[in-house]
């Protein structure tokens, strides 16, 4: 069963922290990739961090490093997404996802070869 669930998106002010949980199936949480991404109104879903199981390669946008970092546990087959030092601009829904790709398509960001998603959190920042 493919099964991907988002928890602990909400409201925060501004420099404020956020964990955002993933809980997946067994069979989803075997993808060679997973990752977060996040879709704000009016623009294009992007990514925002990424894994790749196995060769530790990782993904970060230029636009959350140094406070956003993914971490998996692999006991509870969940993934999570630690947002520190929250923007403004960071106020999207953000969503799960999983995929067997190449690890170049991983490390990428691109959310084109994610197979499965989860079905998104809110995340809102106010200034």
């Known amino acids: 069963q493919v099964q991907l669930v988002e928890s602990g998106g909400g409201s925060v002010q501004a420099g404020g922290s956020l964990r955002l949980s993933c809980a997946a199936s067994?069979?989803?949480?075997?993808?060679?990739?997973m990752g977060w991404f996040r879709q704000a109104p009016g623009k294009e879903r992007e990514g925002v961090v990424a894994?790749?199981?196995?060769?530790?390669?990782?993904y970060t946008a230029d636009s959350v490093k140094g406070r956003f970092t993914i971490s998996q546990d692999n006991a509870k087959n969940t993934v999570y997404l630690q947002m520190n030092s929250l923007k403004v601009e960071d106020t999207a829904m953000y969503y799960c996802?999983?995929?067997?790709?190449?690890?170049?398509?991983?490390?990428?960001?691109?959310?084109?070869?994610?197979?499965?998603w989860g079905q998104g959190t809110q995340v809102t920042v106010s200034s």
């Open positions: 067994r069979y989803t949480y075997s993808s060679n990739c």
């Open positions: 894994i790749y199981s196995g060769l530790g390669i990782t």
């Open positions: 996802a999983a995929g067997n790709v190449y690890p170049y398509d991983c490390a990428s960001g691109s959310p084109g070869g994610m197979s499965y």
